[in-house]
């Protein structure tokens, strides 16, 4: 499983940041928050993992998942922890396989609004819990 501080860095990457403290100000933190975690063994709330996730554009809970992964002591639920992210991660996958599917065909069928109806595609997805995933 990815480690939070890797969210961290690629979240710096993404906003041009150089450092912990501006990264930290960003997501709504203090100046010590992020090295906190990289230098104090601790691991951000919900909060701060959704902040990183918007930043990176990605479900915030694949950053929620890894926090909770780290912070468990149990390996009972370490391991249900990275076996969540598996079945989640894949569910992610097939959404985003869909959608460039979807993007795909309109290209090559001369859809002059292919962004629109990617857009219909995309707020017609719902995600059940449980193992199923609907694409309608």
């Known amino acids: 499983m990815k480690p939070v501080i ?19 100000k960003h997501i709504g933190g203090g ?4 090295s906190q975690w990289r230098n104090d ?3 951000p709330d919900d ?6 996730g918007e930043v990176l ?3 915030p809970l694949e950053v929620i998942a890894s926090a909770n992964y780290e912070r468990e002591k149990s390996s009972d639920k370490k391991e249900w ?9 894949s569910k992610v996958g097939t959404v985003l396989l869909g959608c460039a599917l979807t993007y795909s065909y309109c290209g090559l069928h001369g859809q002059e609004k292919s962004h629109e109806i990617m857009a219909l ?8 819990s449980g193992n199923n995933l609907y694409i309608m």
């Open 6 to 24: 890797d969210y961290v860095e690629e979240a710096k990457e993404k906003l041009g940041l150089d450092s912990d403290a501006a990264l930290a």
């Open 121 to 128: 595609a995309l707020t017609n997805i719902q995600i059940h």
């Open 47 to 52: 909060y701060y993992c959704i902040r990183l």
């Open 57 to 59: 554009g990605i479900d």
């Open 41 to 43: 063994g601790k691991v």
């Open 81 to 89: 922890w990275s076996d969540f992210m598996k079945r989640h991660g």
């Open 31 to 34: 100046r010590s928050l992020i």
